[in-house]
Structures are given as C-alpha cells and as structure tokens.
RNA sequence: GGGGGUGUAGCUCAGUGGUAGAGCACCUGCCUUUUAAGCAGGGUGUCGAAGGUUCGAUCCCUUCCACCCUCACCA
C-alpha cells in the first residue's frame, strides 16, 4: 500500500515540468509574463501606482455632447473588456465601476510605439487613458485616445465575453471573476449595500443607537444553535463565536439606552444550503417601554420604506409570485389563521384532542406533537404557512414553542410574538421580551437539562445575564431578521449564496493546479 | 444524513468502447470609424480523482472528491 503510493508519488514528481508545459492555462501566463519582461525592457512599468483620472465613465457620456463639442481631454480608466483591432487602427470596450464606453486608437495619433504596445494588451489589463469624445461612423459615443497607460497587467485570461461565468462552483470561490464578467451579479450586491444603508438611516432616525457587542463570547446564548468554539490561548479558557446578540442587547436595554441594535454577524454550526450559511447577517433591535405591537407597526413602516427606496415601487417580483408591500400588512394569529384555513379551533383544545386534530390531517410524526403548542404549530406549518404570499404578521404564539417570549396578556396559553411572512417565509421574529429574572431563570434550567440531554442546540446557563436582569430590564419589545434572507427576498435571489460575496465552500479541489504552482514554475524556468 | 443530477480547453458547451470537438479567448499574418468586426492559418487537453472490467475506457462498473437540486433541522 505505502509502497504504491510511494510509486506514484516519484513518478509525479519526475515529470512536472513535461506535465505543466501541457497546460494550456500555465501556456497562456506564460505569454503574458513574456510581454510583462519585454515591457520593462523597454522601460514600461506594468505596474505603475496611479492615475489621474476626470471622469467615471457614467459622468463622461451623461455630459458627451458638451465633451465632445469642446474637444475637452478628458481621462478616463478601467479594465480592457473587449478589443477589436483594424489594421491601424484599434478600438476597446474600457469598462470601470461605473459603466462602458468604446475608446479608439489610431497610430497616426499615437505614434507606433504607443501603438504596438496598445496593440499588445490582453482583455483584462487594467489601462489610463486621455483623449476625446467623438462619434463614430455607427454612432457610437467614443474616447479617441491621445495618450494611455498601462496600469495593471492582467496574467491570468477572462472568462468568456458573450456568455460569462456561469459555472456556480467558479462564480463563488472566484466572486471577483463572477463580477467582472457579470453586471447583474455586481447589482444584486450593490441593491443589498442600498437595502443596509436604508435600514441603518430608517433605524437612526428613529433614535435607535447603534451598538457593537462581543462577537468572541465566553459564553454563548440567544437563541438555539450550535456555536463555533475556539480557544484563547493567554487566558486558556474555552470561547464561542456568537450565534445571536439579544444577551448582550438586553444588557444594554438594562443599562438605560432605550432604543438599541446592532448589524450582527452570527455564527451557527450547522447544515449549509440554499438558506444557510455558517456565517450570517442579522440585525437584532431593542426596545423599551414598547411591547410587540408597537415593534410590528414599526417594522411595518420600516419594510416599507426600504421597499420603496430600493424599488421606488411597493410591488416586486419573487420567484413566481409578485408581492406588494402596500401597507398596511394583514395581521393573523396562528390560532385563527388554522380556523380559517380548516374550520378548526384549537385554542381551547386539551393536549390530545390537538393531537387527533393533527392525526386527522394527516399529521403523525409524535416529535412534532408532544404537547398543545407543537401541535399548533404543526398544524400550522402543514396547513397555513404555504398560504401566507403577501407579507403578513402571524402572532400570537403558543407559549411552548416561544422560550424567550412574554406570556400573552389575555391569553397564558399564548405568548405576545409575531414573525411577519412573505413568501410563504420567515422574515422576521419578534416578541413582548421576558424581562421576569425568575421565569427566565427557569427556562435557562429546563434548556440545561436538554443541553444534558444531548440537545446540542440547547442554550446553556448565562449567570451574568441573570444577575443582569435582576437588576430590573424595563417592558422591551424586541426584533431579529436575516439581512440575508431579506436581501434575496428584495433582489429576487433563489440562494443565500446569491446575496453573500464569499459563501463558504470546502477548500479541497482535486485535480487542480493552483495558479501560483503554475506561476513560480514559471519563474524557476526564467532564472535558470 | 436520505434521494436525484452535474464534472470534457482559460470561458461557454458538443461528443464517442478504438489517436478528443466547436465558438469565444490566445498565437501568426492582412485590414486606419470597428462593434458578438471580418478574412487566412495555428489546438494549447491527467475528458474531477483512484481502482476495476476490457486487446483497448473520457465513455461501462466500484469507491472517493467538489458543486447543484430536493427532503428532514435551524435564520
């Protein structure tokens, strides 16, 4: 066995250089490293420090007729998308973050050298260049070029110009090349920093201050997942990544500020898919003297804002659906939304007679029905929540399925909650907090017991948040969402990896030969 | 974790039990208002990895890896 591997091993490394010179890829760097070392040969630095520039492109051809009249030089830069060479002349698509224009290069204008070395650039190469606005013969608005310079050059080839990037593998692991060659793809993520700032404005003007809390914990809590541990070394004790802010909100909701929240990046080691991502986006707010209600009106107001800011519509498609923000949302509690949905009232139903309930729709898995509230809740996701398109508030949960919610004051069977749904998901939770030091303690002691049952989810003790709550936390309404997920809702994304720059993705790739192998094999042939 | 699918050139994709194909990109020419520029020539490949069947495997079989979809749990 050892022997075998030992075998294959020498045999792989007697050949390497027979192996890489048969790839094409490490064929195309090499072309360019050779034009790099001719450049500076002649004194052309391919890697200069900065440019000059008048104009974004955008600004450049929203003001072309003035330009273009008085013959003003105006410089321009970005990267080389397309080249089209004729005879001596040549004309280039530049494009920067921006937008695109056409820019022209005649060699009577710019003398043969210039020339040659315009001539010798690659899609790709990131160029400087001053000229003028001019029309051409088709009508296109372009640069004729006076002057240019190389500012970067490109080494490893583009993806194709027509059809892009479109294996999903390569378009996470390499989102820059996914957002050079794809301009939906740059405005999906320029829609989700639109979407943040018009949170963050609506949240500020409402006088909720933002806050940072630890991100490293000793100790983890908020809601129910498996953390992330790590270990710090000087102190030798054990930490956790976070996997939600509310402890550590709350704490500062004791402390006096009465309007908090924070954009948090939580952490949950879990599965990963179409909706997960072991890293996230939340945002948690805080709110005292106001209970869920109010916190609903405001998040409604709030959604609605940003709706419209982003879309400057309240109707916006997703997946098959068109949804419509116009408020106000439909209120429904989950109690009344089954009896519109089935005819049956449950609210006042023993244990089993939800559970026949249940098993009479179908319903029979008994983790999912082990006392009044799962049912419910079963019976619920089974028969409304695939109901519920427009965004609407669904409250009033049991008090079985809602740990960290206040007892509904009409109601003890019940807590004061609501998630709105869009849809058919979840955008948001909120709830009336708990701010009884006791009744909290003893849910902590009930989730301890499931954490010592095996419950890997279960949220362990935290004795400063309970000395922090017996110091008196005032009636606080509280809110979470998932940017994330509210981002796809917003851009019409299918996956959360759409929405996030860098999804996570294993890290072993067999069979491939990273470009840095390719490029030092490169420059060992060059030294010797 | 269960089920289904994909993996061939830098990119997008065809294809076959018998020496591997196209378009774009790239290289060499020609062309001074082109524009998915055009014309002529050039293929640059561990057909995801490792085994197996076979005279012969990119193709068939097994295992593995990555990615996608889907179901169950979580935001």
């Given at each position: 066995m050892s022997n075998n591997s030992e075998k294959k091993t020498?045999?792989?490394v007697q050949s390497p250089q027979n192996e890489e010179a048969q790839i094409p890829l490490a064929e195309l760097l090499k072309i360019r490293r050779d034009k790099i070392k001719r450049l500076r040969e002649q004194g052309v630095n391919p890697y200069p420090y900065r440019y000059e520039r008048t104009h974004y492109i955008a600004n450049a051809l929203a003001d072309f007729d003035r330009l273009s009249e008085s013959e003003t030089t105006i410089s321009l830069a970005g990267r080389i998308?397309?080249?089209?060479?004729?005879g001596?002349?040549?004309?280039a698509d530049l494009r920067d973050s921006t937008g695109k224009v056409q820019v022209y290069v005649k060699l009577n204008a710019v003398g043969q050298e210039a020339f040659d070395l315009f001539d010798s650039l690659d899609l790709g190469d990131i160029i400087g260049c001053d000229g003028t606005l001019f029309v051409t013969r088709m009508g296109e608005n372009t640069l004729a070029i006076t002057r240019f310079e190389l500012l970067s050059k490109a080494l490893h080839p583009l993806p194709d110009k027509h059809s892009g990037l479109k294996d999903l593998e390569t378009r996470y692991?390499?989102?820059?090349a996914d957002l050079i060659v794809n301009p939906e793809v740059r405005e999906v993520f320029r829609t989700r920093s639109k979407i943040i700032q018009a949170i963050r404005d609506f949240l500020n003007n409402h006088g909720f201050l933002e806050v940072e809390t630890p991100i490293l914990q000793p100790l983890y809590g908020g809601g129910n997942a498996k953390p992330f541990s790590t270990h710090h070394e000087k102190l030798d004790m054990p930490m956790y990544l976070r996997i939600a802010d509310e402890l550590y909100l709350k704490r500062l909701i004791i402390g006096g500020y009465d309007k908090v929240w924070e954009f948090c990046k939580d952490f949950r080691n879990e599965g990963m898919d179409?909706?997960?991502n072991p890293e996230f986006s939340m945002i948690e707010l805080y709110w005292a003297y106001a209970d869920y209600r109010d916190m609903g009106a405001m998040f409604e107001e709030m959604l609605r804002k940003v709706v419209l800011k982003v879309h400057g519509t309240y109707s916006i498609p997703y997946g098959d659906h068109?949804?419509?923000?116009?408020?106000p949302f439909k209120w429904a509690s989950m109690i009344d939304s089954i009896k519109d949905e089935t005819g049956i009232d449950m609210l006042d139903m023993s244990h089993e007679e939800a559970k026949s309930a249940a098993?009479?729709?179908?319903?029979?898995?008994?983790?999912?029905l082990f006392n009044w509230g799962k049912c419910v809740e079963a019976v619920w996701e089974a028969k409304v929540e695939h109901t519920l398109i427009q965004p609407t508030f669904v409250c009033d949960f049991p008090v079985e399925i809602s740990p960290l919610a206040k007892r509904h004051r009409d109601n003890p069977r019940l807590t004061e909650r609501f998630e709105l749904f869009v849809a058919a998901q979840e955008t948001c939770n909120a709830f009336s907090e708990l701010n009884d030091p006791v009744d909290q303690l003893q849910r902590f002691m009930q989730q301890g017991k499931a954490l010592e049952a095996g419950d890997e989810e279960a949220q362990p003790l935290d004795d400063d948040f309970i000395t922090a709550l017996s110091y008196g936390m005032p009636p606080t309404a509280g809110l979470g969402f998932g940017v994330d997920r509210l981002v796809m809702l917003l851009t019409n994304q299918h996956s959360i990896r759409d929405v996030l720059f860098f999804p996570q993705m294993k890290d072993y790739k067999e069979g491939t030969i990273p470009v840095s192998k390719m490029l030092s094999h490169l420059i060992d042939q060059e030294d010797e």
């Open positions: 020498e045999t792989n998308m397309a080249k089209r060479k004729m001596k002349s040549i004309f692991r390499r989102r820059y179409r909706l997960h068109q949804i419509d923000f116009e408020p098993n009479q729709l179908g319903i029979t898995d008994k983790d999912k």
